[in-house]
């Protein structure tokens, strides 16, 4: 059974960091694109960054600015979203999640199969 478990969320004042982690069982990580998704009230779940299985290779949705970075600890099976910078407009649920099938590594909530439960980040004004 495979579980994705997202941590490192809180309330941050708008500047700060704050770097949330998501980690797998029942999948290893190495094998798979894992891409973070949020979520923010009323509106619909949208892309935020991935990082492909084969190479490594990140992507980022081009409204971050750069402020993002997504890494990986293959050793630990653990994905993280380092985050700088934050706006309140960053404010949202943050979802980490892997596709059914290795290959996938697009960038739509729909290509992805294994959701965590969420971790809520908070920027305040």
């Known amino acids: 059974q495979v579980q994705l478990v997202e941590s490192g969320g809180g309330l941050v004042q708008a500047g700060g960091s704050l770097r949330l982690s998501c980690t797998a069982s029942?999948?290893?990580?190495?094998?798979?694109?894992v891409g973070w998704f949020r979520q923010a009230p009323g509106k619909g779940r949208e892309f935020v960054a991935r990082i492909r299985w084969s190479d490594g290779n990140t992507y980022y949705a081009d409204s971050l600015m750069g402020r993002f970075t997504i890494s990986r600890d293959n050793a630990k099976n653990t994905v993280y979203l380092q985050m700088n910078s934050l706006k309140p407009e960053d404010t949202a649920v943050y979802y980490c999640a892997a596709p059914s099938v290795s290959y996938y590594s697009g960038t739509s909530p729909d290509g992805y199969h294994y959701w965590g439960q969420g971790t809520h980040v908070t920027v305040s004004s």
């Open positions: 029942g999948l290893t990580f190495s094998s798979y694109t």
